[in-house]
């Protein structure tokens, strides 16, 4: 399987062991720990697997408690919350060794009409994802080539990301920036027409590059890191339906970082600019010296 997109569908695929119990793959990588995009999207589809195929989920509320361990199988245990008329509610434990990882808590709606709509439109104008470069482009460009490791890791993206505003690489282009970005994405592949997938697949995403707003006035975001650095905890709210396989725009900023933690809030918005999702993320920062 050679596709990125396919991988990352197989990845959500999780096989049921038992009532309420799956097991989800932790591909063997060169990283600490498993990345919290996987746990959140395939406990999202644990999640789901148990609940009224046509309700789509609204939100998630997750906490990181453990660094998985990449290569190791997660099990993911399901607590039946609440299944009512309107509203479902399951509890999802990640486990590995016999220890909690990660917990999710996800609620799901039964579509209905609303009786008014609004929203804010996006912050500011931005280009066509089309008009500009990709992360791996962009990084060519600035190294003059791109090392051995970077080029796997990109031909292993599931995800096209591209930058609105310019990377920033020296000590004074980062001094001067604002603790905001934004990106356009979309799944390097198709994700077929399962709505579940599509929305785990933006849950994997969403924790890609949120804290990036968090260390862009910092650090060059692709130059060495001086930050250990672990999501704490993460939470959605699903607007309306979507597909991750067409561009988005995942606009984020960081209203505060303070006590080794800092706080990033995104929009996901599609070409035409309605709000397809909220996001909030809280992260931990170490420096590397201490």
């Known amino acids: 399987m050679t596709n990125p997109a396919e991988r990352l569908v197989d990845l959500l695929d999780l096989e049921q062991i038992e009532v309420n119990i799956f097991r989800g793959r932790s591909p063997q990588e060169s990283l600490q ?8 999207g395939q406990a999202l589809v644990a999640a789901g697997r148990t609940t009224h195929g046509e309700w789509p989920v609204h939100s998630l509320h997750a906490y990181f408690l453990r660094p998985g361990i990449p290569g190791m199988p997660i099990v993911y245990q399901v607590e039946r ?25 996800a609620s799901f709606h039964k579509p209905e009409e609303g009786s008014f709509e ?10 066509d994802p089309e008009s500009l470069p990709t992360v791996a482009e962009e990084l060519k460009e600035h190294l003059g080539g791109l090392p051995e490791t970077l080029e796997r890791m990109a031909r292993r993206q599931p995800f096209d990301i591209r930058y609105v505003d310019r990377l920033r690489w020296t000590p004074e ?18 994700l077929g027409d399962d709505p579940l997938v599509h929305t785990c697949a933006l849950t994997y995403a969403s924790d ?13 975001l692709w ?4 930050f250990d650095m672990a999501s704490l905890d993460h939470a959605m709210w699903f607007h309306r339906p979507f597909r991750a396989d067409e561009w988005f725009l995942y606009d984020q900023e960081s209203p505060i970082a303070v006590g080794g933690r ?29």
């Open 173 to 190: 282009e980062v001094k001067e920036a604002e603790p905001r970005s934004a990106v356009w994405m979309r799944a390097v592949g198709p």
């Open 33 to 40: 720990r498993v990345f919290g995009g996987q746990v959140a």
């Open 118 to 127: 609004h929203q804010l439109p996006p912050a500011r104008e931005v280009p």
């Open 208 to 220: 890609m590059t949120l804290l990036d707003a968090v260390r862009i006035p910092v650090e060059p």
């Open 262 to 290: 800092g706080l990033a809030r995104g929009r996901i918005y599609d070409r035409e600019g309605r709000l397809l999702v909220s996001v909030v993320q809280e992260g931990l920062f170490r420096s590397l010296e201490r």
């Open 81 to 105: 919350i609440r299944d009512g008329r309107s509203f479902t509610t399951r509890r999802v434990t990640a486990v590995q060794r016999g220890r909690t990882i990660f917990n999710l808590t």
């Open 223 to 226: 130059g060495p890191r001086g």
